[in-house]
């Protein structure tokens, strides 16, 4: 580790730190391409669906999705710190809460569709192309935004517990889409072939998930001090 510790200037390797405005346009330019490319691609599974459904049930069918509401919460933040950015603006006093929520949700993304999902699930063409895009790059990106740009020691253990709301929410929401239209979007949470023995195992199993990865961002967080030199990027939140 260089003296001084990361910063978005060293992990560029381009920019050096007195050029701040440059920093600042690169960083934007960055969040605007991760949210260009996750809209591209949740409208490519949204076209994907109308091939079998119409217009309002495609948009719920897609929206059904954890990959695509965590892809959207990214856009979100995304596009707010865009505004932020051009008015001038710091970030909220809850930003620090929302920032680790989407960082552990859209972590979830990612690790549960390489660990359990792609290996049955091979999309062709443009879908392939979407399929890397919502599940890889912007899950790294956003993990990556956050680790440079976020102060250091801004989470709370206790943040980890109410974290678990939006998880146990979906999964209702999920089971209630799925009672109507009979329509499951992941295998793990069929209760129709599972049971309601092994269903309540995977919940668990997914909730147990949820908090270690809470916790093991908490404490990335409380480390970073050590290794990211905040000044150089507080700016850029």
Request: net charge positive; aromatic share 16%.
């Given at each position: 580790m260089?003296?001084?510790?990361?910063?978005?200037?060293?992990?560029t390797?381009?920019?050096?730190?007195?050029?701040?405005?440059?920093?600042?346009?690169?960083?934007?330019?960055?969040?605007?391409?991760?949210?260009?490319?996750?809209?591209?691609a949740?409208?490519?599974l949204f076209?994907?669906?109308?091939?079998?459904k119409?217009?309002?049930?495609?948009?719920?069918?897609?929206l059904?999705?954890?990959?695509?509401?965590?892809?959207?919460?990214?856009?979100g933040w995304n596009?707010?710190?865009?505004?932020?950015?051009?008015r001038?603006?710091?970030?909220g006093?809850?930003a620090?809460?929302?920032?680790g929520?989407?960082?552990v949700?859209?972590?979830?993304?990612?690790?549960?569709?390489?660990?359990?999902?792609?290996?049955?699930?091979?999309?062709?063409g443009l879908m392939?192309t979407a399929?890397?895009?919502?599940?890889f790059v912007?899950?790294l990106s956003f993990i990556?935004?956050?680790?440079v740009?976020?102060?250091?020691g801004?989470?709370?253990?206790?943040?980890?517990f109410a974290?678990?709301?939006?998880?146990l929410?979906?999964?209702?929401?999920?089971?209630?889409?799925?009672?109507l239209t009979?329509i499951?979007?992941?295998?793990?949470?069929?209760?129709?072939k599972?049971?309601?023995g092994?269903?309540?195992?995977?919940?668990?199993?997914?909730?147990l998930?949820f908090?270690?990865?809470?916790?093991?961002?908490?404490?990335v967080?409380a480390?970073?001090?050590?290794?990211?030199r905040y000044d150089?990027?507080?700016?850029?939140?």
């Amino acid at each position: 580790m260089p003296p001084g510790g990361l910063t978005f200037s060293r992990l560029t390797g381009i920019i050096p730190d007195r050029m701040g405005s440059y920093k600042h346009t690169i960083l934007s330019v960055f969040r605007l391409l991760v949210t260009l490319a996750s809209l591209f691609a949740v409208a490519v599974l949204f076209h994907r669906n109308l091939a079998s459904k119409n217009a309002v049930g495609a948009l719920v069918h897609t929206l059904a999705y954890f990959t695509v509401q965590t892809n959207l919460f990214v856009c979100g933040w995304n596009i707010a710190a865009l505004g932020r950015e051009s008015r001038g603006k710091n970030s909220g006093k809850n930003a620090g809460f929302l920032r680790g929520a989407f960082v552990v949700f859209i972590s979830v993304t990612c690790i549960v569709y390489a660990l359990f999902l792609r290996p049955y699930w091979k999309p062709e063409g443009l879908m392939a192309t979407a399929d890397v895009i919502l599940h890889f790059v912007v899950p790294l990106s956003f993990i990556l935004d956050w680790i440079v740009t976020e102060k250091p020691g801004t989470l709370r253990p206790r943040w980890t517990f109410a974290w678990l709301i939006y998880p146990l929410v979906y999964l209702a929401g999920a089971l209630f889409f799925a009672r109507l239209t009979g329509i499951y979007v992941y295998p793990f949470i069929d209760l129709s072939k599972l049971g309601p023995g092994r269903f309540t195992l995977n919940a668990l199993a997914l909730a147990l998930g949820f908090l270690i990865l809470s916790w093991f961002y908490v404490g990335v967080d409380a480390l970073k001090k050590h290794f990211v030199r905040y000044d150089s990027c507080k700016t850029v939140r």
